[in-house]
């Protein structure tokens, strides 16, 4: 099998296009990030909005207690006994990992989808001057036959 016709895997009833199936395997690998971040994302917002009644219906230090261990558990993020209410650093904090995953998964799903489109039209990328049929006129002369060049003499 020649080095170009890796991509297609075919018998005599089916073409099968293996660009286009990673293409599918990245976006929907990608649709499952995304999907698994955006949850992870949505549950870290729910965790900074319910920390913070959480300490106001603390009534002693071992419920604070309670509630900064269920923030540290939730955002991996300490809170410090003289900082009961998580501030807009903290909430940065807490957000940004699952807001760099979310985008890092769109982008998996946009090269997919690159990928896919690119899977019909692959072999404009490869450089196919390389099949090209030669004249003995294109040859170089070095690759003549010598038997010609002696019969001319």
Not at 53 to 72: G, H, L, Q, S, W
Request: hydrophobic residues 45%; charged residues 20%.
């Amino acid at each position: 099998m020649a080095w170009h016709a890796i991509p297609y895997i075919s018998n005599k009833k089916h073409t099968f296009n293996v660009v286009k199936l990673v293409a599918m395997f990245l976006f929907f690998m990608g649709l499952i990030g995304f999907v698994v971040s955006f949850a992870n994302l949505f549950h870290q917002w729910d965790v900074l909005s319910s920390t913070k009644p959480c300490f106001e219906k603390a009534t002693n230090v071992e419920e604070a207690n309670i509630c900064r261990d269920y923030f540290y558990k939730s955002t991996g993020i300490a809170l410090t006994t003289d900082r009961y209410i998580p501030d807009q650093s903290i909430n940065v904090i807490v957000s940004f990992w699952p807001m760099v995953s979310l985008f890092f998964w769109i982008i998996i799903m946009l090269l997919g989808v690159f990928i896919n489109n690119i899977g019909n039209h692959w072999h404009i990328l490869v450089d196919h001057h390389i099949y090209k049929t030669f004249e003995k006129s294109d040859l170089p002369n070095y690759l003549d036959d010598s038997k010609s060049k002696k019969a001319k003499k």
